[in-house]
């Protein structure tokens, strides 16, 4: 997410070190190179162009004390500049109205649908009984779809296939919703390749009749100045309450997020990282700035962690570490609650420091393939007891796992490793600095 623009600001700062100070000169050289990295992450030149006099008003002058840089200063300036840019505050759902009628629009193949059923799972494990309902009668299939990813979530759908008009079919949906005590009703609507009035009328309609408490658009990111655009006109036609950024995680130059609350003065609410229906998240303008600037997120790091980690688990889990009873099913465990985080890149990158490391390293959902592979060739006994793992039960799980024992040995030594840390943290000494296990 990002990677791009991260590593252009950072070749930007770059320009600032061995000053001892913030001069007009090099405020103008890093200034221009900022420029420079916004327009090539799909940012408007307008919009580039303001944001960098902002920036370049507030460090003329700049005071830098003596235990900040003058890089520093300036990341801190762009930082700032860079929340506003991305609309200020977290701006949260609008869930008044019995029920709360939430009504999805988009093009086409912006993730629509996919996104009415991650949002109700969202609105699911926050405590509501949400209701979602097919009003697109127009693709094949989408009535289809909406129910898999209700059933797949665990949500109600309200669909009538022989129903033509998604205003008759939203209105039954909320008598249903009421009936059934459903406090929030999602709206998928019907897309189209590309604007065209019958879509806007439609819409429209919906709009007028359902009177909803938010309108969310939904617009893939991956598509640059032209999501921004389609957001302009569908913003003139229906005046959304909120935008949802799709395909965050695609290999996109990042100025969509954050040209799109310039243009439409209208904040981003969602944004969606990926197929699996918990890779959504709300939009926080303050930490998307800080992981642009590699500065990482650690709070939304550890807010997925506390979303995904059973409590009791966790605390039978720390209780076997201060024993230093910690074995390869709980080690197994773990790496299963890792993979419910998400993507394994986007997390690491939420990490402070992380980020710029791991940039060119590939790492992928099947990183822990391999390793799992090796601890369920294992009998119980061996995962309970790793002391006991002799050459021929290493060629026996080698053989199971289709790895090698070289593969085996390498695991069993991180893993020793890491049991060593784990020791030492508990006895109070500390991590010795060196290579964490299991990270390549």
């Known amino acids: 997410m990002f990677e791009n623009l991260s590593s252009r ?9 061995g000053h001892s ?17 916004l327009v090539d992450a799909d940012v408007s030149y307008k919009i580039a162009k303001d944001f960098t006099g902002k920036v370049k008003d507030k460090a003329i002058g700049g005071d830098v004390l003596t235990s900040v840089s ?27 109205g019995t029920p709360t009628v939430i009504l999805i629009a988009g093009l086409q193949g912006s993730g629509k649908t996919t996104f009415s059923g991650k949002l109700a799972m969202h609105l699911k494990s926050k405590g509501r009984n949400p209701l979602l309902v097919a009003c697109d009668v127009y693709r094949p299939a989408a009535i289809n779809q909406i129910k898999v990813l209700g059933e797949q979530v ?23 919703a009421k009936a059934h005590n459903h406090n929030v009703v999602i709206v998928d609507t019907a897309g189209r390749l590309s604007i065209d009035e019958a879509m806007m009328t439609e819409i429209g309609n919906l709009k007028t009749e359902l009177k909803p408490q938010e309108i969310l658009f939904v617009v893939d990111s991956m598509t640059g100045q032209d999501a921004v655009n389609t ?14 950024l799709t395909k965050l995680d695609g290999d996109t130059r990042g100025g969509a997020a954050i040209s799109i609350k310039s243009v439409v ?6 944004v969606s990282t990926g197929e699996k229906m918990d890779a959504l998240d709300v939009f926080h303008p303050d930490r998307m700035a800080s992981r642009i600037l590699g500065m990482g997120d650690i709070v939304s790091f550890v807010e997925r962690a506390q979303d995904t980690f059973d409590k009791d688990e966790a605390a039978a889990l720390q209780k076997k570490m ?28 939420m990490i402070p420091g992380v980020g710029k490391a791991i940039k060119d390293v590939d790492i992928d959902d099947d990183s822990f393939k391999g390793i799992e592979a090796i601890i369920k060739s294992m009998t119980s006994n061996e995962r309970q007891n790793p002391h006991i793992l002799d050459g021929s039960r290493k060629q026996r799980i080698a053989k199971g796992s289709g790895t090698s024992t070289t593969e085996v040995n390498k695991l069993i030594k991180q893993f020793d490793e890491m049991k060593k840390m784990m020791k030492s943290m508990n006895s109070g000494k500390g991590m010795k600095p060196g290579k964490m296990p299991f990270i390549r």
């Open 322 to 349: 201060r024993k230093n009873q910690f074995d390869f099913d709980d080690f197994l465990k773990q790496l299963n609650q890792i993979k419910k985080m998400g993507n394994i890149k986007d997390l690491m990158g």
């Open 21 to 37: 100070t913030l001069t007009e000169l090099n405020i103008a050289e890093t200034v221009k190179e900022i420029r420079r990295a």
């Open 70 to 96: 003058p890089g520093q200063l300036m990341t801190k300036i762009v930082n700032d500049e860079l929340v506003e840019l991305l609309g200020g505050e977290t701006q949260p759902l609008n869930l008044s």
């Open 265 to 270: 003065n209208k904040p981003i609410k969602f």
């Open 231 to 244: 957001a302009k006109a569908f913003n003139d036609k229906l005046d959304f309450s909120g935008v949802v």
């Open 154 to 176: 665990g949500v109600n759908v309200f669909a009538n296939e022989k129903n033509k008009n998604p205003v008759s079919i939203a209105q039954d949906a909320i008598k249903h």
């Open 9 to 17: 600001l950072d070749k930007a700062f770059q320009t600032l070190k």
